[in-house]
């Protein structure tokens, strides 16, 4: 099981990201998938769901309304589009399959936010 996180970069408030994942070693397409982030200090939180259709599932209170998760099967690929990016934002985000297999964890892809 393997997961390689994309996409994250520095961006002032207000600025948009795409987030990639590229997911390997089980059924994909069988499997909701799931987005978390960890900031400096705190502890991983979970960010956004989406079932193995495609149907989201749940976003984080803070994080609705601006963040759009969604996934495509023929690419073994997940991604999660930020837009209106708020300094609190700022954490290394990583993704995981639904439930999450807690013993394989990518290294992230660090977003910040800050002017």
């Known amino acids: 099981v393997q997961f390689v996180e994309s996409g994250g970069g520095l961006v002032q408030p207000g600025g948009s990201l795409r987030l990639s994942c590229a997911a390997s070693?089980?059924?994909?397409?069988?499997?909701?998938m799931s987005w978390y982030r960890q900031a400096p200090g705190k502890e991983r939180e979970l960010v956004a769901e989406?079932?193995?259709?495609?149907?989201?599932?749940n976003y984080l209170d803070s994080v609705q309304g601006r963040f759009t998760i969604s996934r495509d099967n023929t690419k073994n690929t997940v991604f999660l589009q930020m837009n209106s990016l708020r300094v609190e934002d700022t954490a290394v985000y990583y993704c995981n399959s639904r439930p999450p297999f807690m013993a394989f964890w990518g290294q992230g892809t660090p977003v910040t936010v800050s002017s």
């Open positions: 989406i079932n193995s259709f495609g149907g989201v599932i």
């Open positions: 070693g089980f059924a994909f397409r069988s499997y909701g």
